[in-house]
């Protein structure tokens, strides 16, 4: 079930705010927010006038809620041109932050603070011709920012996109995205020709059931997408997804010859290490 708030931030119920903001930090207003299962859901806020990002960064997210607001770290899904600034969340029970930012509604206050970062850029990759993007879950949100970007078209020739999740609602996101890039009038000519999207859902019927680690194991991933077998001349790699996933991936990776790179070492794949709760 879908669920969109659209109401303008002007009218809306704003959240009571009963502690300072600290020092360094920005205050930013909700403009939107779209529930895709219980279990999902992004929201977009203001965009500081000064505040810089890298395509494929991530910034700490908070709430006013607290004399000391608990800070997670929360990749920018909305590319680094983008008026306003978007994140895809997932709903943890009793977490200590997003118990709370699943409640927001537009209008409502968001804390960000003000210093991005993270591995998931294109600075960190050397040239090569087709760039991977392994997602599971909400991992898909840098990814979102870098598929929106028309530097990742000149950089590549070809951009798949894949996205692993239970259930083939947690599917939505990215495939409303995509659709949504291909129109878009930025990037979509480029999309169109270089952009493919394989997702998976593990324990619902779909038209593919296996994780993405198996389908790079046994191989049979190059079978469906019709490209060559992965090599390091030609293939570069991103993960972000759960500790397990981006452990098996990055050893699938430097099975097939590539090696991890850096913002200071660029190297064939890359991986992120933050994480939401």
Known sequence: MNVTSTAPVAEAETQVTTFPIPEGVFAETVTSVKHYTDRLFKFRITRPQSFRFRSGEFVMIGLPNAAKPVFRAYSVASPSWDEELEFFSIKVPNGPLTEHLQKIKVGDTILMKKKPTGTLVLDALVPG??????????????????????????????VILTQTCREVAELA?????????????????????????????????YVCNERITTLLDNGKLFELLDVPVMNPLEDRGMICGSMDMIKDTKALLERYGLDEGSNAKPGTFVVERAFVG
């Open 173 to 205: 996101y990215a495939q409303e995205l995509v659709e949504d890039i291909r129109n878009d009038p930025l990037v979509g000519e480029f999309a169109a020709e270089k952009l493919a999207l394989f997702t998976s859902a593990t324990r619902e019927p």
């Open 129 to 158: 011709k087709r760039l991977y993007m392994f997602s599971t879950g909400t991992g898909v949100a840098p990814f979102a920012s870098l598929i929106r970007d028309p530097e990742t078209y000149e950089k590549f020739d070809e």
